[in-house]
């Protein structure tokens, strides 16, 4: 009894397999149909194989593209108003203090959360702005941080890097550089010292895969200009997703 059960088994196996090659090859015989087709109809040989590719990722001449420091400053400032953000040229971190102080008082700001990083530790924000409470991020376990960063009317950040050619500020995230601050403020102010600014956005990319994936950051985010949305009847609403205001204060 057991040898019959186990020869139906088989059986039944070896037509299931046979159904399902059959399929494949009826398959295989519509799409050969169908793609002949075209060829007919486009009046040229259908490839039986695949193009050959000279070159692997970008040409040789565009990993060595380049722009001057002053070129690589005009083109991502023309790149990044061109996407709605502003952007402010300052000389060294007293003209960006200044700045953010005269800006916060502008703007009538009441709350700041600003990264845990040394050059903001540097800038004294506390002091300059006595009447706005400024927070540094993940300095206080207890409070609720992205709940924080949601209510600030302004996010301070230093950018890890930014690429001319796109108009693009790289902000990398760690429990000392939550994404918050830079996505849930109204407004975003994101220092860039000059030296970070390079040409392409390869140059920026490069450092990622050298890294390698176990020491690659929580979080790489690419901000070209404040958050921008559009339904599908193409109604642009901005600061849905974001920030509304972004700067870039380019310094050094």
């Known amino acids: 009894?057991?040898?019959?059960?186990?020869?139906?088994?088989?059986?039944?196996?070896?037509?299931?397999?046979?159904?399902?090659?059959?399929?494949a090859e009826e398959s295989l015989a519509k799409q050969k149909t169908f793609i002949d087709g075209i060829s007919s109809k486009l009046r040229r040989p259908r490839a039986h194989t695949p193009p050959q590719?000279?070159?692997?990722?970008?040409?040789?001449?565009?990993?060595?593209?380049?722009?001057?420091?002053?070129?690589?400053?005009?083109?991502?400032?023309?790149?990044?108003?061109?996407?709605?953000?502003?952007?402010?040229?300052?000389s060294n971190m007293d003209a960006v203090k200044q700045f953010i102080t005269e800006k916060a008082t502008e703007l009538s700001a009441k709350y700041i959360v600003r990264?845990?990083?040394?050059?903001?530790?540097?800038?004294?924000?506390?002091?300059?702005?006595?009447?706005?409470?400024?927070?540094?991020?993940?300095s206080d376990a207890?409070?609720?941080?992205?709940?924080?960063?949601a209510?600030?009317?302004?996010?301070?950040?230093?950018?890890?890097?930014?690429?001319?050619?796109?108009?693009?500020?790289?902000?990398?995230?760690?429990?000392?550089?939550?994404?918050?601050?830079?996505?849930?403020?109204?407004?975003?102010?994101?220092?860039?010292?000059?030296?970070?600014l390079k040409t392409r956005l390869g140059e920026v990319l490069i450092r990622f895969d050298e890294a390698g994936r176990e020491n690659l950051p929580a979080?790489?985010?690419?901000?070209?200009?404040p958050s921008r949305s559009a339904d599908i009847e193409n109604d642009l609403t901005i600061g849905v997703h974001g920030p509304g205001i972004v700067y870039a204060l380019i310094v050094g």
């Open 219 to 225: 979080g790489i985010h690419f901000i070209s200009g």
């Open 151 to 196: 209510e600030a009317d302004i996010g301070v950040v230093v950018a890890d890097c930014a690429a001319a050619y796109t108009g693009s500020i790289t902000v990398m995230s760690s429990k000392d550089k939550g994404r918050s601050v830079s996505l849930l403020p109204t407004v975003l102010l994101a220092i860039i010292p000059v030296e970070r």
């Open 1 to 23: 009894m057991a040898d019959r059960t186990h020869t139906r088994t088989q059986s039944l196996l070896l037509s299931h397999q046979e159904w399902l090659a059959q399929l």
């Open 142 to 149: 207890a409070e609720a941080w992205k709940a924080r960063a």
């Open 115 to 138: 990264q845990n990083q040394q050059e903001l530790d540097d800038l004294g924000l506390e002091k300059a702005l006595p009447d706005a409470r400024v927070s540094t991020w993940n």
């Open 53 to 90: 590719h000279p070159y692997r990722g970008a040409p040789d001449f565009w990993r060595t593209f380049e722009w001057s420091e002053q070129e690589r400053i005009e083109r991502f400032t023309d790149h990044f108003k061109s996407a709605g953000g502003h952007v402010v040229r300052l």
